[in-house]
Protein backbone atom coordinates (compact mmCIF):
# COMPACT_ATOMS: atom_id res chain seq x y z
CA UNK A 1 0.00 0.00 0.00
CA UNK A 2 1.26 3.44 -0.79
CA UNK A 3 0.21 6.38 1.18
CA UNK A 4 -0.04 9.62 -0.43
CA UNK A 5 3.86 12.12 0.16
CA UNK A 6 5.82 9.12 1.16
CA UNK A 7 8.64 8.80 -2.13
CA UNK A 8 8.70 5.16 -3.57
CA UNK A 9 11.87 4.59 -2.16
CA UNK A 10 9.95 5.22 1.32
CA UNK A 11 7.39 2.78 0.57
CA UNK A 12 9.59 -0.18 -1.23
CA UNK A 13 11.61 0.38 2.04
CA UNK A 14 8.34 -0.46 4.41
CA UNK A 15 7.06 -3.43 2.03
CA UNK A 16 10.95 -4.89 2.58
CA UNK A 17 11.56 -4.44 5.78
CA UNK A 18 10.25 -6.83 8.49
CA UNK A 19 11.34 -4.76 11.54
CA UNK A 20 8.65 -3.52 14.10
CA UNK A 21 11.22 0.06 14.53
CA UNK A 22 10.79 3.18 13.17
CA UNK A 23 11.21 3.51 9.79
CA UNK A 24 13.96 5.44 8.42
CA UNK A 25 15.10 7.26 4.72
CA UNK A 26 18.27 5.27 4.49
CA UNK A 27 19.05 8.77 1.65
CA UNK A 28 17.91 11.03 3.76
CA UNK A 29 18.56 9.54 7.62
CA UNK A 30 15.56 10.67 8.47
CA UNK A 31 12.51 8.95 10.16
CA UNK A 32 9.27 8.87 9.43
CA UNK A 33 8.10 11.57 12.21
CA UNK A 34 10.28 14.25 11.02
CA UNK A 35 9.94 13.33 7.68
CA UNK A 36 6.36 13.86 7.64
CA UNK A 37 6.85 17.00 9.94
CA UNK A 38 9.38 18.75 7.20
CA UNK A 39 6.95 18.22 4.38
CA UNK A 40 3.73 19.71 6.09
CA UNK A 41 4.86 23.06 5.77
CA UNK A 42 5.23 22.45 1.84
CA UNK A 43 2.12 20.84 1.68
CA UNK A 44 0.77 24.14 3.31
CA UNK A 45 1.99 26.56 1.06
CA UNK A 46 1.05 24.25 -1.76
CA UNK A 47 -2.34 23.78 -0.65
CA UNK A 48 -2.25 27.80 -0.07
CA UNK A 49 -0.84 28.68 -3.36
CA UNK A 50 -4.16 26.69 -5.15
CA UNK A 51 -6.81 28.84 -2.78
CA UNK A 52 -4.97 32.32 -3.54
CA UNK A 53 -5.43 31.45 -7.29
CA UNK A 54 -9.11 30.28 -6.59
CA UNK A 55 -9.92 33.08 -5.12
CA UNK A 56 -7.97 35.57 -7.71
CA UNK A 57 -10.25 33.57 -10.14
CA UNK A 58 -13.50 33.92 -7.90
CA UNK A 59 -12.85 37.92 -7.77
CA UNK A 60 -12.20 37.74 -11.61
CA UNK A 61 -15.09 36.06 -12.37
CA UNK A 62 -17.43 38.51 -10.17
CA UNK A 63 -15.66 41.74 -12.07
CA UNK A 64 -16.56 39.97 -15.27
CA UNK A 65 -20.44 39.52 -14.36
CA UNK A 66 -20.92 42.84 -12.17
CA UNK A 67 -19.51 44.72 -15.44
CA UNK A 68 -22.24 42.55 -17.81
CA UNK A 69 -24.92 43.61 -15.60
CA UNK A 70 -24.25 47.04 -15.33
CA UNK A 71 -23.68 46.80 -19.47
CA UNK A 72 -27.49 45.14 -19.15
CA UNK A 73 -28.99 47.68 -16.80
CA UNK A 74 -27.80 50.43 -18.90
CA UNK A 75 -28.97 48.71 -22.12
CA UNK A 76 -32.77 48.25 -20.91
CA UNK A 77 -32.32 52.04 -19.19
CA UNK A 78 -31.26 53.20 -23.14
CA UNK A 79 -34.48 51.25 -24.11
CA UNK A 80 -36.51 52.24 -21.78
CA UNK A 81 -35.78 56.26 -22.14
CA UNK A 82 -35.90 55.24 -25.65
CA UNK A 83 -39.84 54.03 -25.68
CA UNK A 84 -40.86 56.90 -23.35
CA UNK A 85 -39.47 59.50 -25.93
CA UNK A 86 -40.81 57.72 -28.94
CA UNK A 87 -44.42 57.65 -27.27
CA UNK A 88 -44.51 60.96 -26.20
CA UNK A 89 -43.44 62.14 -29.56
CA UNK A 90 -46.29 59.93 -30.77
CA UNK A 91 -48.73 62.00 -28.18
CA UNK A 92 -48.30 65.09 -29.34
CA UNK A 93 -48.55 64.87 -32.90
CA UNK A 94 -52.01 64.10 -33.59
CA UNK A 95 -53.21 65.34 -37.22
CA UNK A 96 -56.95 66.12 -37.61
CA UNK A 97 -57.97 66.04 -40.86
CA UNK A 98 -61.52 68.27 -41.36
CA UNK A 99 -63.86 66.49 -44.19
CA UNK A 100 -66.08 69.76 -43.71
CA UNK A 101 -69.23 68.16 -42.84
Not at 51 to 78: C, N, P, W
Request: no cysteine; charged share 20%.
Amino acid sequence: MIQHGISVADATLRMNNSSVGPQTNKNLNINEPQLMQTEAPIRFHEQLEVQRHLQLQIDAQGKYFQSVLEMAQQTVGKQNLGKAETESDHQGSTIRIDIGI
